[in-house]
C-alpha cells in the first residue's frame, strides 16, 4: 500500500479579487484627479467697478432713508413663542410607563 499525497485544490475568492480591483481603481482615479489633473479655471463675473474691494467700502448706505420708506414700515413682525404650560412639562416620574 502506498502513501500518495494530493495537492489541495485552492479556490479563488471572487468576490475579494473584484473588490480589491474596484478598491484599487477607486484610488487611482482620486489620486489622478486630485494631482495630475488641473481643474477648469471659473471666470469670476464682477462689473468692472466692482474689482477693488477699495471701490466696495465707498458704497454710502442711507439707513434713514429705509427705514423710513412706506415699505418698510408696512413689514410685519411676526413672532410666536410656544411655551408649554408648567403642568405639561414632563412626568412625575419618567421611569414608569
Request: cysteine-free.
Amino acid at each position: 500500500m502506498a502513501i500518495t499525497f494530493e495537492e489541495e485544490n485552492k479556490k479563488v475568492n471572487w468576490p475579494m479579487v473584484v473588490g480589491l480591483v474596484f478598491i484599487f481603481a477607486l484610488i487611482a482615479t482620486a489620486i489622478i484627479y486630485l494631482f495630475f489633473i488641473s481643474p477648469e479655471r471659473v471666470e469670476v463675473l464682477v462689473s468692472p467697478k466692482l474689482q477693488n474691494i477699495s471701490e466696495v467700502s465707498k458704497v454710502n448706505l442711507n439707513f434713514d432713508q429705509l427705514t423710513g420708506s412706506e415699505a418698510f414700515k408696512n413689514l410685519k413682525s411676526i413672532i410666536i413663542f410656544n411655551t408649554p404650560s408648567p403642568e405639561n412639562i414632563g412626568k412625575a416620574n419618567p421611569f414608569l410607563p
